[in-house]
C-alpha cells in the first residue's frame, strides 16, 4: 500500500506544484550596522495614500538606520528615477550629509542607469534587498506601515 501511495503522489502533477522544496538556501548575509548618524540610509515609496492639495498620492520615505529618524517627501503617482534623485538631495543631503551606503528594493526608479551614475559619481553604495524577501529593509516597511497608519 506504501509503494502504491508513492508511486501515486509521484505522478500526481498537482501534488509536485504545491510540494514543499526539500532544497536548501543559501543563508542570508546581514547588513552592517550603520555607524554614526546618515551614514546609512533606507528609501522606499509608499503609494496609495489619499490625494493631497497637489493631487499626489504617494510618498519617498527616507530613514537613517542608525538613529531611526525618517523623512517623507511627497510625490505623484508617476516619478521617473531623475526626480527621485532630486528629492534624495533635498530631502537627505541638503540637510544632512552623503550618506556612504543607501539601501532599497528592486524599485526600477532605484535600479536605473541615473541612480547608478549619481552613486558612482559621488562614492556611494547601493545595496538592493533580496528579491521577494522584503525583510532586509524591514525598518524602512516598518516606517511605511506606521506612516500608513497615521494617514
Request: proline share 7%; hydrophobic share 45%; with cysteine.
Amino acid at each position: 500500500m506504501f509503494k502504491w501511495v508513492r508511486e501515486w503522489v509521484r505522478s500526481c502533477e498537482a501534488c509536485q506544484r504545491v510540494k514543499p522544496s526539500q532544497s536548501k538556501q543559501a543563508p542570508l548575509r546581514p547588513l552592517p550596522v550603520a555607524a554614526d548618524p546618515w551614514s546609512s540610509v533606507s528609501m522606499d515609496f509608499v503609494f496609495g495614500l489619499p490625494r493631497d492639495a497637489q493631487g499626489r498620492t504617494g510618498i519617498l520615505v527616507f530613514v537613517d538606520r542608525f538613529s531611526k529618524m525618517l523623512h517623507l517627501a511627497p510625490v505623484a503617482a508617476i516619478i521617473t528615477a531623475a526626480q527621485s534623485a532630486a528629492i534624495f538631495l533635498d530631502v537627505v543631503y541638503r540637510h544632512h550629509r552623503l550618506p556612504t551606503l543607501i539601501i532599497s528594493d528592486r524599485d526600477p526608479r532605484f535600479t536605473a542607469a541615473f541612480w547608478t551614475e549619481l552613486f558612482k559619481l559621488v562614492g556611494a553604495r547601493s545595496k538592493m534587498s533580496t528579491a521577494s524577501h522584503p525583510e532586509t529593509d524591514g525598518q524602512t516597511k516598518r516606517a511605511n506601515r506606521v506612516v500608513e497608519d497615521v494617514l
